[in-house]
């Protein structure tokens, strides 16, 4: 007896929180609006993505799995050219709802508030982001990403290529150049790559350091599937080589 009424309460309770949970079909409709509402955006899995692709990668997400009701909703910026980014860019940042407005999907005004706080703060900050000079001025540096960008010497290697910056990455690469032979953990990807570029840099090789950069840009947009959305455009770095 107590094993039915403790198997009815649990199935009372997984109902209950299905009820609230935030749903790929709530998600799929919220987006799908927004896109409707703005022309320069594109749905790539559970991400929405500012058009034209290019060099940044400019994106918003939510994460349903912190709280069924109450959804995080997070901004994201990267290099599209890191060879093992994803969309998510390098890291999340959150995106607060108003004060006093509602913030939960269960209640009325929820979507309006979210319309608001979207295109009326985030959108057009990541609309300003047209290249990887804007990625790097950024104002707040408290950015998560910002850590990445400062901190990270896979990262800054490829951004400071990128930039033509080569002084900027010799001692960064002098450094790390040797890293990846010992490592055995996740990490050594990332740094076998950033010594990879970062030997094409040393060596003075901008047309490499360049066809190094266009090669991890485009197998980014593959593995996203942002073809329809890719606009190929020379790194900085190019600037005065003979095609």
């Known amino acids: 007896m107590n094993i039915g009424v403790s198997d009815a309460r649990r199935a009372l309770f997984h109902r209950r929180q299905a009820e609230a949970m935030t749903t790929k079909k709530q998600v799929k409709s919220l987006?799908?609006?927004?896109?409707?509402?703005?022309?320069?955006?594109?749905?790539?899995?559970?991400?929405?993505?500012?058009?034209?692709?290019?060099?940044?990668?400019?994106?918003?997400?939510?994460?349903?799995?912190?709280?069924?009701?109450?959804?995080?909703?997070?901004?994201?910026?990267?290099?599209?050219?890191?060879?093992?980014?994803?969309?998510?860019?390098?890291?999340?940042?959150?995106?607060?709802?108003?004060?006093?407005?509602?913030?939960?999907?269960s209640q009325q005004g929820f979507v309006d508030t979210v319309f608001d706080a979207l295109e009326r703060r985030i959108l057009p900050m990541l609309r300003g982001v047209h290249d990887i000079d804007d990625m790097m001025q950024l104002e707040g540096d408290d950015f998560e990403y910002m850590r990445w960008l400062n901190h990270d010497q896979p990262c800054r290697i490829a951004v400071l290529a990128a930039q033509g910056r080569f002084e900027d990455v010799l001692p960064i690469y002098g450094t790390i150049k040797d890293w990846h032979l010992t490592m055995t953990d996740a990490w050594q990807p990332r740094f076998e790559r950033a010594s990879r570029l970062g030997a094409l840099v040393a060596a003075g090789d901008r047309a490499g350091v360049a066809g190094l950069l266009h090669q991890w840009e485009e197998a980014f947009v593959a593995r996203n599937r942002l073809e329809p959305i890719y606009e190929k455009t020379p790194f900085p770095c190019e600037a005065g080589l003979i095609v």
């Open 31 to 105: 987006w799908s609006e927004l896109l409707a509402r703005q022309d320069d955006l594109f749905l790539a899995d559970r991400f929405v993505i500012l058009k034209p692709q290019r060099h940044v990668t400019r994106s918003i997400s939510i994460d349903r799995s912190w709280d069924a009701d109450y959804p995080r909703f997070c901004w994201h910026i990267g290099p599209a050219f890191d060879p093992v980014g994803g969309l998510g860019g390098l890291g999340q940042q959150p995106i607060f709802l108003e004060r006093g407005k509602p913030n939960r999907w």
